[in-house]
């Protein structure tokens, strides 16, 4: 075991290395080109036996990962934004082939506005796909995760590709100190990928991802994922527990941060959360009681572990950087989905939206919205949702507009 | 051609491989090139499929392939190709799957994924040198959404979105020539009603590794309109008129692998499909049948 200073997007590459991936279709796209660029090193020097083959689009990237994995091969891919919905209509076709591979998204915001920096609304875009998917905050856990990931893939309870999401900028190119397990440890916790009969091979034909006539055919197979994905959840706690005896890291689909005596709670997901960690032990150092809930694992839904984390809380905060336009915040309406008509549900489910496209959130914002909170339980009245965005910047975007204006104006001017 | 199992009729293949009983139309000149292409290739193939009629030859639970097949999505079966031929290679290389478990890889689309939406992945595929073969069945529309105009759709001929009195207004894209500048291992084209030389090549296809790339025309009786008994003779009148050239790409060269001589009219081509019919009633329109004369009679000056 060494400890090194990685970025995200290195301890991406490392996961896919100690995984001992046979296969890496590869796109570029920022901000998660280095994880590309360092196996296609890897697999050049030989240190990583395998093929990494450049496609020509996502689309394709998506379909040859799907294919190769069909054919029983460990396969490893990574994506980012616009690439990732780019491919999505073989981010939903793969899913139903079952045939199971870890992908990396190292998610930034969607244009319009073209952007490059960071939110979920890319990766929540594939929430429905069959793709299981998993949220990281830290480098240490992007690499984990993907040894995990591929233990959750190819169980045969679930047959289902997973997404690792890491946050674009805030944890891509951030160095952290990350923990490189020795690969024979990895070996013990991940062996070989046994594809079972999800595979081509001359003796034994196969038809795979194949047409069905009418509804009820379709409705089986759908129904069958959604039940894979499901098991999921018994699956994600088995390989937590394994991976900690083996490691000593524990990383639960549902992280609980300070929340045993809390009457309000934070609930987030990814690399934002450590900046809330931080503002939860402020505000315990003032007396109050505040945690942290931070969703690791969005499919399949870990209803129960949420329920468990929030008992007992009077109101929760949700902080969603994402925005589902004409409804809010993707996570906000996951929650309630989960926690409504339960008897010891808090009683107060605020949204915040926060953080799209890489703005910052400030721990006075966290402070500001915490106190919400607490005004919501003490009124028993929730606001509407709330976009986080101060005065200043409001001003800067009217100076922004203010030099627009004068640029559109100039060529009538001199005309 | 030399070295051929294919010297005379008598020696193509007598047993069938491919099952009957598919939900193609009857008369589908895909599905008799089709026949005729896997009698050669055998079961130890898998089929990466796109969408197009033929998707619906594997509905669960049933297939008519004694070998494998994969479907895709419209424009991306050359990359599935490639995810499974590097797979396979993989599993050989580290002696994970014996070699006789090998597949070869087969990408089986109709003319709308060929000639548009998968001509990317396909241009991709062969400028990575991919070993695979692929079959384009090209029945000059979008066969299974009712015949609308596709990049290979000929001039004037009636779709089911250009039904006016002048047909469609463009002119068939030629894919042999884009696909042979990328200078691929093999190029050619066939069609069912010629079975020897469809044979020939699929075997010549066969022996050789890298991009090896096929045309079958098609003809269609439901989107060309005619009786589907008449699919053959219809076959036939492409090459015998020379709207439908057969010919090979290999090693930079082109040869024509069967040149009619002499030409038959074009008109006694289209005047055998609905497709054309507003070529010749109410009135015969003399100048578009003489343009359209023209331009095979150019295609043929040049050869």
Known sequence: MTRQLLTGNGAAAWGARLARVDYVPAFPITPQTEIIETLADWFDSGAMPGK????????????????????????????????????????????????????????????????????????????????LQIHCATCQEVLDTILMGYRLAEDT????????????????????????????????????????????????????????????????????????????????????????????????????????????????????????????DELRRAEQKVGLVRIRLLRPFPVEALRRAVAGVGGIAVIDQNLSMGRGGVLHTEIASALYGEQDAPRMLLSFIGGLGGRDISPEELFEIAAETRKAVDSGRAPPTRLLYTAGELREIRKLQAIAEVERREPEQKS | ?????????????????????????????????????????????????????????????????????????????????????????????????????DLEVVVLTGDGSAYGMGLSSTSSAIERGLDFLYICYDNEGYGNTG?????????????????????????????????????????????????????????????????????????CPTGWEYEPRESIDIGRLAVKTGVWPLKEYES?????????????????????????????????NDALLAALQARVDAYWDQV
């Open chain 2, 147 to 219: 015949h609308q105009a596709s990049g290979a759709t000929p001039h004037a001929a009636k779709t089911s979105t250009s039904a006016g009195p002048r047909g469609f207004a463009g002119y068939k894209k030629d894919l042999f020539s884009i696909w042979a500048a990328h200078e691929p291992a093999y190029v050619a084209t066939v069609i069912g009603s010629e079975p020897l030389d469809l044979a020939r090549k699929v075997e010549k296809a066969k022996s050789l590794t890298g991009p090896r790339l096929i045309i079958a025309l098609a003809p």
């Open chain 1, 157 to 280: 309870r679930t047959r289902l590709p997973v997404i690792v999401n890491l946050d674009g900028f805030y944890l891509s190119f951030t160095r952290e100190p990350v923990e490189i397990p020795e690969s024979r440890a990895v070996s013990e916790f991940l062996p070989p990928y046994d594809p079972q009969n999800v595979r081509f091979r001359a003796s034994a034909p196969t038809s795979q991802g194949v047409a069905v006539l009418g509804g009820s055919p379709y409705s089986y197979f759908r129904y069958e994922a959604h039940l894979a994905a499901l098991r999921g959840v018994e699956v994600y706690d088995e390989v937590a527990s394994e991976f900690e005896a083996a490691f000593g890291r524990r990383h639960d689909a549902v992280e609980a941060y300070r929340c045993e005596d809390a009457d309000i709670v934070f609930v987030m997901m990814g690399s934002f959360s450590t900046k809330a960690k931080a503002a939860v």
């Open chain 2, 252 to 284: 930079g060269t082109v040869t024509h692998t069967i040149v009619p001589s002499p030409r038959l009219p074009v008109a006694e081509y289209l005047q055998r499909q609905g497709r054309f019919a507003h070529l010749f009633q109410p009135a015969r």
């Open chain 2, 1 to 101: 051609m030399s070295e051929t199992l294919f010297t005379r009729m008598k020696d193509l293949p007598s047993t069938h491989l491919l099952g009957a009983g598919t939900p193609m139309c009857a008369g589908c000149g895909g599905l008799s090139a089709l026949h005729e292409i896997y009698d050669v290739l055998g079961p130890k193939t898998v089929f990466v499929n796109a969408a197009g009629c033929m998707t619906l030859l594997s509905v669960y639970p049933f297939t008519p392939f004694r070998g494998s097949w994969l479907y895709t999505s419209m424009a991306s079966a050359p990359a599935g190709a490639q995810g499974v031929r590097d797979a396979l290679d993989i599993l050989v290389e580290q002696e994970r799957m014996p070699e006789e478990e």
């Open chain 1, 52 to 131: 990494l083959v450049t496609l020509e689009s996502e689309h394709s990237m998506i379909t040859a990962a799907g294919a190769a994995a069909a054919t029983g091969v460990r396969v490893f891919t990574a994506t980012s934004s616009q690439g990732l919905l780019y491919g999505m209509e073989m981010i939903y076709a793969v899913a139903g082939w079952r045939a199971p591979f870890v992908m990396v998204n190292v998610s930034r915001g969607l244009g319009t506005p073209t952007t490059l920096e960071s939110d979920h609304t890319d990766v929540l875009a594939a929430r429905d796909s069959g793709f």
